[in-house]
């Protein structure tokens, strides 16, 4: 029983193309996030939501648009794929309270080209 | 301005030996709290161990303990008897509290590679 799951792992794809990431978490969490983890592994937060209300939106350009149907998915589309957007992005959930943990998903490795 | 520091890109330690790796962060905060995780080359990231600001104690998970320096604004990561499975990057991390809600930030990662 995963539990944070996304799909695809693997995204290829050519420049200008739009293309989407699923997440599901079945933890009962209240916080979604999604991460940006470029090529020297660094981890910067994109977006949070909580309970489907954007809460976070650190300054990503409006090329990427987040969806929450419901507390547990988050879904990130993205549109007119730049060379620039090659990363591993992590969806993440939690509890609300200071002391809980995220608990991620595996990444989705895009590769835009 | 970052707020959370790993100054140590790189770290090498024995098999066996333990390995302290370096965290210090900033925050103006009362109430926050300071997480590790690690992250193999497979890719998944791993939530080790969680220190509260207002814990008196520091935290202690197996093989891992954290030691939280408040004043200094320090929470390092201890590793003892270090294993060639704790090859990875490892994270610190701090849950802030911005008015109404609540972000976490990572810092760059420390690379540690267990020597057998």
């Known amino acids: 029983d995963t539990a944070v799951s996304q799909t695809p792992k693997y995204l290829v794809t050519q420049m200008g193309n739009d293309k989407s990431i699923k997440c599901e978490q079945n933890l009962g969490h209240d916080t979604m996030y999604w991460y940006k983890q470029d090529s020297k592994k660094f981890l910067k937060i994109m977006f ?23 507390k547990a998915h988050l879904n990130l589309h993205i549109n007119s794929l730049e060379l620039g957007d090659s990363a591993v992005y992590f969806c993440a959930s939690s509890q609300g309270d200071i002391g809980s943990p995220l608990h991620f998903g595996n990444g989705t490795r895009l590769t835009v080209t | 301005a ?24 900033d925050t103006s905060d ?22 509260g600001s207002y814990d008196e104690q520091n935290a202690t998970e197996g093989r891992y303990s954290l030691n939280f320096q408040k004043a200094r604004k320090s929470a390092n990561l201890v590793i003892s008897a270090s294993q ?18 609540d972000k976490v930030i990572f810092g760059p990662g420390t690379s540690l590679s267990v020597i057998p």
Request: charged letters at 20%; one cysteine or more.
């Open chain 2, 30 to 51: 009362q109430s926050y709290g300071l997480f590790w995780y690690k992250q193999p080359s497979s890719g998944e990231m791993i939530f080790l161990i969680y220190q």
């Open chain 2, 84 to 101: 060639l499975g704790d090859s990875a990057m490892y994270f610190c991390a701090m849950r802030e509290r911005e008015t109404s809600y």
């Open chain 1, 48 to 70: 949070s939501y909580n309970n489907k209300e954007l809460i976070i939106n650190e300054t990503v350009p409006n090329r990427f648009s987040p969806k929450s149907p419901d």
């Open chain 2, 2 to 25: 970052q707020k959370i520091t790993q100054t140590q890109p790189g770290m090498f330690v024995q098999e066996k030996e333990a390995v302290t790796l370096d965290c210090t962060y």
